[in-house]
């Protein structure tokens, strides 16, 4: 039976850390590696890194230093795991393999290689053991890294296949550009997982499911969608400065918006540096002194005189009030502006009937 003993840190990012399996791992490897030939041995110890050095040893590193091919270090390899598969203390070490198959079976079945080997070990060394050991038993299958998949195990291939395929379809149904809420997307995933049993269908696993994709990711404020989006990829100043806007979903002064990078997203970002990167993305349109909006927001380019412009194409001609009505709405400005920009004879002229039109 796994117990699972967490801190209050490991609580609060949803980790399940198997702290107290009911077997030892470092004597279950030591009694499995007594089980096969020396020489298979000492391979298997360099290649797993199951000794004194955690670093694990190629197959060509292996040879290099023992003067054989890399095939043949291949071959021993093979034979020293058969024999351990053959063996009494492998027999006997059933229970602790259910143990194991049992937690990753709680995690979802199917998981990240890296994520897995660091919720079973705090260490290397305890993360190479239970690497060694998922490589024993044939409860355990790896999947190696591709050009959409993160390498991963798992302990049901019809389970990973509906996942795999599911993330596939996923990410056919999402735009170029467009983001999501987490909560969103989990709905938009759970729909592609109709042939998953619904046990594993928990926040937790969804997100862990979700993490192997190589297409698919989220960024600080939780939003999902394809890695190439803007909203997505960050990059810089400008992302975060994008994030933080859209965060506080309304206009923001370039100094606030350098503020917030620093406190929401720990990331220094001087006042100057904020400010030119807002200049210059398109995504962001200046609406008053120092107050920046995002186009997506129906914000469009252009000084006072442009929205006026803008109103009267659309409206056709307007009193004063209602066209400081219609600016107001794009900019933040005092009234006064926008009447010095209104009587410009140069772009507006005043008609008989107290309107205004655009020269």
């Keep these: 039976m796994v117990k699972s003993i967490q801190t209050k840190k490991e609580r609060k990012e949803g980790i399940i850390v198997p702290s107290n399996f009911s077997f030892d791992s470092a004597a279950l490897v030591k009694s499995l590696l007594a089980s096969?030939?020396?020489?298979?041995?000492?391979?298997?110890?360099?290649?797993?890194g199951l000794g004194s050095n955690p670093t694990r040893e190629t197959l060509e590193a292996i040879g290099d230093r023992s003067s054989i091919t890399?095939?043949?270090?291949?071959?021993?390899?093979?034979?020293?795991l058969d024999a351990i598969r053959a063996s009494k203390a492998f027999?006997?070490?059933?229970?602790?393999?259910?143990?194991?198959?049992?937690?990753?079976?709680?995690?979802?079945?199917?998981?990240?290689?890296?994520?897995?080997?660091v919720l079973l070990g705090k260490d290397e060394k305890t993360r190479n053991r239970f690497r060694f050991l998922l490589m024993i038993d044939s409860a355990?299958?790896?999947?190696?890294?591709?050009?959409?998949?993160?390498?991963?195990?798992?302990?049901?291939?019809?389970?990973?296949?509906?996942?795999?395929?599911?993330?596939?379809?996923?990410?056919?149904?999402?735009?170029?550009?467009?983001?999501?809420?987490?909560?969103?997307?989990?709905?938009?995933?759970?729909?592609?997982?109709?042939?998953v049993n619904d046990a594993y269908k928990n926040e937790e696993v969804l997100k862990r499911w979700l993490s192997l994709s190589k297409h698919i990711s989220s960024n600080p404020l939780a939003e999902w969608g394809r890695v190439t989006a803007p909203a997505i990829r960050i990059?810089?100043?400008?992302?975060?400065?994008?994030?933080?806007?859209?965060?506080?979903?309304?206009?923001?002064?370039?100094?606030?918006?350098a503020s917030t990078i620093g406190s929401i997203f720990s990331k220094k970002a001087?006042?100057?540096t904020t400010h030119n990167e807002l200049i210059k993305d398109p995504r962001f349109v200046l609406v008053g002194r120092g107050l920046y909006a995002l186009t997506e927001w129906g914000y469009t380019p252009g000084v006072v005189r442009d929205v006026i412009r803008e109103a009267l194409k659309e409206e056709g001609p307007m009193k004063k009030d209602e066209i400081v009505k219609h600016v107001k709405k794009a900019r933040f400005v005092?009234?006064?502006?926008?009447?010095?920009?209104?009587?410009?004879?140069?772009?507006?002229?005043?008609?008989?009937?107290?309107?205004?039109?655009?020269?």
């Design 91 to 117: 027999a006997e070490a059933k229970k602790s393999f259910e143990e194991i198959v049992q937690y990753v079976g709680t995690l979802g079945r199917v998981v990240p290689e890296e994520e897995l080997f």
């Design 70 to 80: 890399r095939e043949r270090v291949r071959q021993i390899e093979a034979a020293g």
């Design 36 to 48: 096969a030939p020396e020489r298979a041995r000492e391979v298997l110890i360099r290649r797993f």
């Design 270 to 272: 001087h006042i100057a």
């Design 334 to 359: 005092k009234d006064n502006t926008i009447l010095v920009n209104l009587n410009d004879p140069r772009y507006f002229k005043r008609l008989k009937d107290g309107r205004y039109s655009a020269v």
């Design 235 to 257: 990059k810089g100043i400008r992302d975060y400065a994008y994030l933080a806007v859209k965060r506080q979903g309304s206009p923001m002064h370039f100094s606030e918006v």
């Design 140 to 195: 355990f299958f790896r999947e190696r890294e591709t050009n959409d998949f993160l390498a991963r195990w798992h302990i049901d291939h019809t389970t990973a296949k509906h996942i795999h395929d599911a993330l596939s379809k996923l990410y056919a149904s999402l735009s170029d550009t467009d983001v999501v809420s987490e909560g969103k997307m989990l709905d938009l995933f759970l729909e592609e997982l109709k042939g």
